[in-house]
């Protein structure tokens, strides 16, 4: 079976960190891109981070850019995503996503609240 399992949310003051993990089974993270989604309540679902495959190459979107940083852990299959200095505006559940085969995780929570 192919899926993709984010953990790592939960609850932050702002100005706090969170890392989230991106774990695959059945298939290899690194053979194509993956990026990192995200969907705030009666917002649509938006792009946060991406990661290619062979080169690694970054790309993120402006209102993470600076604070947010997405790596791959190739020997565990995983993807991370380090989130720093924190805003309440990021909140909403966090998405994995892989390109091929095209797999979304079941999401994960996270809330930046004082």
């Known amino acids: 079976q192919l899926q993709v399992v984010e953990s790592g949310g939960g609850l932050v003051q702002p100005g706090g960190s969170l890392r989230l993990s991106c774990s695959a089974s059945?298939?290899?993270?690194?053979?194509?891109?993956t990026g990192w989604f995200r969907q705030a309540p009666g917002k649509e679902r938006e792009g946060v981070s991406c990661?290619?495959?062979?080169?690694?190459?970054?790309a993120y979107a402006e209102s993470v850019w600076g604070r947010f940083t997405i790596s791959r852990v190739d020997a565990q299959n995983t993807i991370n995503l380090q989130m720093n200095s924190l805003k309440p505006e990021d909140t909403a559940v966090y998405y994995c996503?892989?390109?091929?085969?095209?797999?979304w995780g079941q999401g994960t929570q996270v809330t930046v609240s004082p």
């Open positions: 996503h892989s390109v091929f085969p095209n797999v």
């Open positions: 059945g298939f290899t993270l690194d053979d194509y891109a």
């Open positions: 990661v290619s495959s062979v080169d690694h190459l970054t």
